[in-house]
């Protein structure tokens, strides 16, 4: 495996819940990120952490709320989401910030919005 | 804006065959990156090829860059069905990466 892992697997939620996805690397990596994944889209870059610093938001709508408490642990908060954001929610890890790194994938979380 | 453009959007070829994938991006690069998916699941690094590169190998993979053409390929020998899979590129714009939509190739016994 490589080394991140994301909890749950699947999740289905509905629009009024408050959840939270959970992502743990255990490569000793500085960066971490959260992608979305829709069918026959490109991956969407939601948020990018480096040395624990929130260094990227790309204009994700504010019912998601990331947060990360130590190098190691990333976590999605989710809030009152709507039935669009459905999708498969990825978390990464590189060695530093930046796309000269390979990134390193978790399995995914399938979110499913009712 | 999307940058890697992946072609074709799916291949389905027999087993022991040979598979082509190409990606396409519109502005200048520092690197480039293979990624594969498997059904539902995360990504795997496959290859990263700088832009001062033109071809590099790893196992039964072959990547092409051609900075002048603003294009790569992936190829993929003597394809097993363990290889299919959805095939991303990945390009770098601003220290992150712009991703492709993929290929999605299946591998027919």
């Known amino acids: 495996e490589t080394g991140v892992t994301q909890t749950p697997r699947h999740l289905v939620m509905g629009m009024t819940n408050k959840k939270s996805l959970k992502c743990e690397q255990h490569?000793?990596?500085?960066?971490m990120y959260w992608y979305k994944q829709s069918a026959k889209k490109p991956l969407e870059l939601m948020f990018v952490?480096?040395?624990?610093?929130?260094?990227e938001n790309n204009s994700v709508p504010s019912r998601f709320s990331p947060e990360c408490p130590n190098s190691s642990h990333l976590f999605l908060h989710l809030h009152t989401l709507q039935p669009e954001d459905s999708a498969l929610y990825l978390c990464?890890?590189?060695?530093?910030?930046?796309?000269?790194?390979?990134?390193?994938f978790g399995p995914g979380t399938r979110l499913t919005v009712l | 804006s999307q940058q890697g453009e992946e072609d074709p959007q799916a291949l389905s070829i027999q087993e022991g065959e040979n598979a082509t994938m190409n990606c396409s991006y519109k502005?200048?690069?520092?690197?480039l990156q293979w990624y594969r998916q498997n059904s539902g699941r995360g990504l795997v690094h496959l290859i990263l090829?700088?832009?001062n590169e033109r071809e590099k190998h790893s196992g039964r993979l072959r990547v092409t860059l051609d900075t002048s053409k603003k294009s790569s390929s992936l190829l993929i020998t003597a394809s097993r069905a363990a290889d299919t899979a959805s095939y991303f590129c990945?390009?770098?714009?601003?220290?992150?990466?712009?991703w492709g939509a993929g290929t999605k190739l299946i591998i027919k016994p």
């Open positions: 990464a890890s590189s060695q530093f910030r930046g796309s000269r790194n390979e990134q390193f």
């Open positions: 490569l000793g990596h500085n960066a």
């Open positions: 952490y480096s040395l624990e610093e929130r260094v």
């Open positions: 502005t200048s690069i520092n690197n």
């Open positions: 090829i700088r832009s």
């Open positions: 990945a390009t770098d714009s601003n220290y992150q990466l712009i």
